[in-house]
Nanobody
Framework: QVQLVESGGGLVQAGESLRLSCAASGRIFSIGAMDWYRQAPGKQRELVASITSDDTTNYADSVKGRFTISRDNAKNTMFLQMNSLKPEDTAVYYC??????????????WGQGTQVTVSS
């Protein structure tokens, strides 16, 4: 009943930028923390950035200073602005969120992923 849909991925050259979006829809009472993960081929999924409901943010060391996470609570949407992209940023990017469909229920929801490819 809750869906997360990522968009904005694509193929770019090193040094360029992309902006990912994650839109939550369905039965939503409130959304807590929201996260961006990524998984490169042959590697484990890793946490890239997270943002709480009061906009406290955290970043993986590998993206600090280059990526910016933000959210629009009115639109149940989260963003990841990715600047100065590097080939090692190539991965499938997933959004995840802690959602309360009702005041007494809570779940962890994931998007289907969007591919980001950075060529050298």
């Amino acid at each position: 009943q809750v869906q997360l849909v990522e968009s904005g991925g694509g193929l770019v050259q090193a040094g360029e930028s992309l902006r990912l979006s994650c839109a939550a829809s369905g039965r939503i009472f409130s959304i807590g923390a929201m996260d961006w993960y990524r998984q490169a081929p042959g590697k484990q999924r890793e946490l890239v950035a997270s943002i709480t409901s009061d906009d406290t943010t955290n970043y993986a060391d590998s993206v600090k200073g280059r990526f910016t996470i933000s959210r629009d609570n009115a639109k149940n949407t989260m963003f990841l602005q990715m600047n100065s992209l590097k080939p090692e940023d190539t991965a499938v990017y997933y959004c995840a969120a802690d959602v309360r469909p009702t005041p007494i229920t809570r779940g962890r929801y994931w998007g289907q992923g969007t591919q980001v490819t950075v060529s050298s």
